[in-house]
């Protein structure tokens, strides 16, 4: 099952708002991966991170690695439409090796 | 096109046959994975392969799931002697050796009647 803890489960955000979301984990990851994905669709990776406490910005996206290495966040700014989707966290424990994925946030935008 | 891809893109079948899945990874991506993903769930990890190795199963991977990679390119996931509960969208990952990143094709999205 899915050791990964995602919140919130969903979201309903007005357009042009800021958006945040979590994942924590009882057990630590040396990296932590964030996607998204369409309905019907494969996930599509967004924004990796490699070192506990790292920042990283892709575009109007934001995550951070926990110091613990045991959480992460991601932040989209001024939320558009097209940003609709589940939002995946995923940890990875070694190069190369599995991907552990959270159950997804579902978000959703007003236009 | 030089993502992953994977066919068919949709399968029905009704319990009891068996059906077979195709992945073609990235070109020179020498790992490859499968990955199950249930309604309202993250996908959850089935096997993988670096080169035409098959180096870790889950064990969500019964004896009637088989998965090869014979020539280190494409693979294929075979699935006997289907059930409901097989019912599930199936995702190939695909990336290199030395990386972290995995990246995922469109998925085949599987219904047993």
């Known amino acids: 099952g899915q050791q990964l803890n995602q919140s919130p489960q969903s979201m309903f955000i007005q357009e042009g708002e800021d958006v945040s979301m979590n994942c924590t984990s009882s057990?630590?990851?040396?990296?932590w991966l964030w996607y998204k994905q369409d309905p019907g669709e494969g996930p599509v990776l967004l924004i990796a991170?490699?070192?506990?406490?790292e920042l990283t910005s892709n575009g109007r996206l934001t995550a951070q690695f926990g110091i613990t290495r045991k959480d992460s966040f991601l932040n989209i700014s001024a939320s558009i439409p097209s940003d609709v989707g589940i939002y995946f966290c995923?940890?990875?424990?070694?190069?190369?090796?599995?991907?552990?994925f959270g159950a997804g946030t579902i978000l959703r935008v007003k236009s | 096109d030089t993502g992953v891809s994977q066919d068919p893109r949709h399968k029905i079948t009704k319990r009891g046959q068996n059906v077979t899945f195709r992945c073609d990874p990235i070109?020179?991506?020498?790992?490859l994975y499968w990955y199950r993903q249930t309604l309202g769930q993250g996908p959850e990890f089935l096997t993988y392969?670096?080169?035409?190795?098959?180096?870790?199963k889950s064990r969500l991977l019964s004896d009637r799931f088989s998965a090869e990679r014979p020539k280190g390119s494409f693979s294929t996931l075979e699935i006997q002697r289907t059930e409901q509960g097989d019912s599930a969208m199936y995702l190939c990952?695909?990336?290199?050796?030395?990386?972290?990143?995995?990246?995922f094709g469109p998925g085949t999205r599987l219904t047993v009647l």
């Open positions: 990952a695909s990336s290199l050796v030395a990386v972290w990143e995995q990246f």
């Open positions: 057990s630590i990851f040396n990296t």
């Open positions: 991170l490699y070192k506990a406490g």
């Open positions: 995923a940890g990875q424990r070694s190069y190369g090796n599995k991907l552990v």
């Open positions: 070109s020179e991506h020498n790992r």
């Open positions: 392969f670096q080169n035409e190795a098959q180096l870790e």
